[in-house]
């Protein structure tokens, strides 16, 4: 029996929660590890930066090869690009996104938004080249990687997207739910305050429910509205450990 849960509002992630992109990002790295072998020695290198800005790997492993902030803000738009263009054949939507939005953009006021580690470079190319065609429109609130000063895991991300949307819909939303796929995610919407649900596009439902989610599913297919009353949206989640 698949569990629900009542929510004022949903937060979501981007690659490889509404889109599954790994592929493409996974091709983008490998130019750079080409250049820069020692940084995946270990071969965890994709794990270990999956969900952070660009910006913040480029600064955290190769700082030192650039001279300023700005330097390292250009080259992460870069990378971006490779990923929404030379490799943006291989993006498509994960399984349910269509379905599940469509959906949430009948709701009043439309209580959700996204939270992404993604420049506006690669999260609106997303939607210009990806998501549109599925039906997946943009929401009124939109974070990327520049809207921040602290990128995930910190939960700066999420708890400005919390409080763009009780701006919005003029209510109190105590009750927020937030959808990852990565760790890093994970850890900053637990500390948003946010119950969260883990996407198992990327990582094991096991890696996912360790690293703090309550709920895991296979994709946003297994996740539905069933209803909507008094400020609160009734989710049927598909839990794989109930499943």
């Given amino acids: 029996m698949s569990p629900t849960i009542l929510v004022n ?13 790994t592929e493409s990002i996974e091709r983008s790295w490998g130019e750079i590890l080409e250049k820069h072998p020692h940084l995946n020695e270990d071969g965890e290198f994709f794990h270990k930066i999956h969900g952070v800005r660009v910006m913040d790997v480029f600064k955290k492993y190769l700082g030192h090869e650039f001279k300023n902030d700005d330097e390292i803000m250009e080259n992460a738009y870069d990378f971006d690009r490779l990923v929404s263009v030379k490799y943006g054949k291989l993006n498509y939507p994960i399984e349910g996104a269509g379905a599940l939005f469509k959906e949430l953009h009948k709701l009043p006021n439309k209580p959700f938004c996204i939270v992404t580690s993604g420049s506006s470079v690669l999260a609106h190319g997303h939607f210009e080249n990806v998501l549109h065609e599925a039906g997946v429109e943009k929401p009124d609130i939109f974070i990327t990687a520049e809207d921040v000063k602290i990128g995930k895991p910190d939960p700066e991300g999420y708890r400005k997207g919390a409080a763009l949307l009780e701006k919005k819909l003029g209510y109190p939303i105590p009750k927020r739910v937030v959808f990852e796929d990565a760790p890093a995610g994970i850890k900053a919407g637990n500390e948003s305050g946010a119950v969260v649900v883990g996407i198992a596009s990327t990582f094991d439902p096991e890696k996912l429910y360790a690293s703090g989610a309550k709920y895991v599913v296979k994709n946003l297919g297994g996740v539905r509205v069933k209803g909507f009353n008094n400020k609160e949206i009734e989710l049927e989640i598909d839990d794989v450990k109930q499943h």
């Avoid at 509002?9 to 992109?21: Q, W």
Wanted: proline share 0%.
């Fill in 9 to 21: 509002a949903l937060e979501f992630d981007l690659d490889g929660t509404i889109v599954d992109s």
